[in-house]
């Protein structure tokens, strides 16, 4: 990632859904914040062995603390952890009931959290980036061992993932954005149509609810494309006449149409993985 943002530091490494807008995350800022991440660890205590926890959904900061990390030599994992990544109040609350052996805790949101604790563990996410910006001169973080490259996304690929970033399916996405180039989104399902990723990771409840959605649509529209749909979909194999008028379309609409890599990480249903392979989706395990 270091050198990825040397070579290409105005590149978009991330984007993420904030409030209707995406914003645009490039490959020098990821890195600039995953490496303050790290030294601000790293003063905190956290060393080569240590392990850090991260309770939050998918958001660039759980990619900055992962990532920091592994910089440092250090395991992402919940048993023994020096340090918690907390996304909220709920994790906070969950993790001064029982600290065990935690150094600090770090909140990325502030609401429920900012003075309303009188506990010595507890420090904003702010506060850890300037622990590390302060430490630029007097540490640097080792470089992380091994190689993270997975077979899956390139610099020209769009990501988006469904799947937790911190189970074995969803790392598959942190890895191919770190070490392949792939541009990852964080979004809802509705933002498929803007995004049109070309990989596309899921759980099985995602494809069966758009597959749900695509069929809510078909029975509400005109006669004649009713009739059209069902002359098209539901086969096993598609066709060049069923991609023009048919296929071809809806996947522009769900925000397919250029999708090339479709992964789900658990069993899809039957009538729902052949509905996909139907309209040209290929829908493989992600695990």
Known sequence: MRDRAGRDPDRVA????????????????????????????????????????????NRPEWLYAAVAAAALGATVAD????????????QVDDALAAPGGLLR????????????????????FGELLEVGRGAEGEMEPPDAAGDPATPIGGPRDLLVSRLPLG??????????????????????????R?????????????????????????????RLKRANARLWLHR???????WLLCHRALRERIGLRHLRHAG????????VRRFFQGI????????
């Open 236 to 242: 096993e194999r598609g066709s060049a006449l069923g």
């Open 14 to 57: 991330l984007r993420e859904k904030h409030r209707g807008i995406w914003r645009e995350i490039t490959w020098a800022r990821y890195w600039q914040t995953a490496r303050a991440v790290a030294l601000g660890l790293r003063a905190l205590g956290v060393g080569p062995g240590d392990r850090v926890a991260i309770r939050s959904q």
């Open 280 to 287: 040209g989706v290929t829908i493989e395990d992600a695990t």
């Open 79 to 90: 048993d023994g952890a020096k340090v918690l990544v907390a996304e909220g109040q709920e």
């Open 105 to 124: 805790i770090v909140y990325l949101d502030k609401a429920g959290v900012w003075n309303k604790y009188d506990s010595g563990l507890l420090l904003s």
């Open 167 to 192: 189970e074995p399916a969803g790392a598959v996405a942190a890895w191919a954005n770190a070490a392949n180039g792939a541009v990852l989104h964080f979004g809802a399902p509705e933002d498929l």
């Open 194 to 222: 803007e995004v049109q990723p070309t990989i596309l990771l899921a759980g099985p409840e995602d494809w069966t609810g758009l597959h749900a959605g695509i069929e809510a649509r078909v029975a509400g529209a005109s």
């Open 264 to 271: 789900s990480a658990g069993p899809v249903p039957p009538e």
